[in-house]
């Protein structure tokens, strides 16, 4: 099936189902003034509350819970390495738990930059709506010249 098909397929199906014609467009927004995935206008909006309840049960719970997690694996791996020493198999222990401490390591890593992140998140937008509140009022309200038709 070439390509023209497929979208003449496709754009029949459309039609048959009373829905205009899309296109794809990758360099800008829709004429109608929408946003690109079709829906009402998006906004950012924040949750303080949220925030503080996801960065301490980060703190308390989900970063010590990964530690003691990643930990339990410790002691029986070391065992397994030892007692198959000499074996592929204890070779192929040893490597799966150098492998098993380094993802833990990542995701502990992954967990604090996320706990950091949400906390300098309020920081970063407050700053950000000082600098454009600082732009604005560098603008000159003073009467715009006008053009004589």
Known sequence: MAWDEWEQLKADALERRGEPPQRMRLDGAPAEGGTATGGAQQTLQTDPTGKAAAIRA???TIRPDTDTSGDRAQEPS???VRVFSGW???DGLADAHTEWQLQVKNLKDRLANDQSSLAKAHDEFQFVDHGVRN???????????RREI
Request: glycine share 16%.
């Open 135 to 145: 732009q604005i009022a560098q603008v000159d309200p003073g009467r715009a010249p």
């Open 58 to 60: 980060l703190q308390e």
């Open 88 to 90: 592929a198999t204890g």
């Open 78 to 80: 070391g065992t397994a």
